[in-house]
């Protein structure tokens, strides 16, 4: 299957911005019944044509990052949805995980979790933190911007060595790897690599209530 070019022009801009407030009205309904069978629930950004797959070079596909202002919309939106999943997640009256993740410079990773019972310590250990400061990449004026706090962790992905077919990308794998771990699996020792994309950074208001 040919894929589009990564480098083609994305029309319509003004259009797609002005259907993000209908996007963002349908998802700020917390599908209850969802998380209390499931104890989680998400929103990613399935946004067309940003979360379709682009060929960036002959050996690489991903996906294409939206225009720094539709960005800003985007995240505008986010928390327009993280407000009305809060006030749904404290009639539940029992502790919870609400947290915006922002991709960065990956940004169609972000997307919004929400969980509670064991699901918590879960999403609370997902990442790992980074060590090093840096300024969060995205301003927006928000009335409740100013209340959030964030915390920049490592975004990526992990490859098995065993889905790997020769020692030559057992090795480009070694090389690149953020990341190596070891993990038992029936019995015999599996190893894994953390590929490191960027950031992840995770975050959620300064409140008091049934928040973690």
């Not at 993280?82 to 502790?95: C, D, G, I, T």
């Amino acid at each position: 299957m040919k894929l589009t070019s990564i480098h083609k022009k994305i029309r319509g801009m003004r259009k797609k911005a002005r259907k993000l407030e209908t996007w963002a009205d349908y998802h700020k309904q917390l599908h209850v019944d969802s998380l209390l069978q499931y104890n989680k629930e998400y929103v990613k950004l399935w946004i067309s044509p940003f979360y379709n797959l682009y060929q960036i070079n002959p050996n690489l596909i991903g996906r294409k990052n939206p225009p720094y202002k539709f960005r800003r919309q985007i995240f505008y939106q986010l928390i327009e949805i993280y407000v009305a999943w809060q006030e749904q997640l404290e009639q539940l009256n029992q502790p919870y995980y609400l947290k915006i993740w922002l991709g960065d410079p990956e940004f169609m990773d972000s997307q919004i979790v929400a969980a509670i019972n064991d699901e918590i310590d879960y999403y609370n250990n997902i990442f790992m933190d980074h060590e090093e400061h840096k300024d969060f990449p995205l301003r927006i004026h928000h009335p409740l911007m100013d209340r959030f706090v964030w915390k920049r962790c490592v975004n990526g992905y992990v490859v098995w060595e065993s889905d790997l077919e020769t020692a030559q990308e057992v090795n480009e794998i070694q090389n690149k790897a953020f990341k190596t771990f070891e993990t038992e699996v029936d019995g015999r020792i599996e190893r894994s690599y953390f590929m490191k994309t960027g950031d992840m950074w995770v975050g959620s208001m300064r409140r008091s209530g049934n928040t973690t």
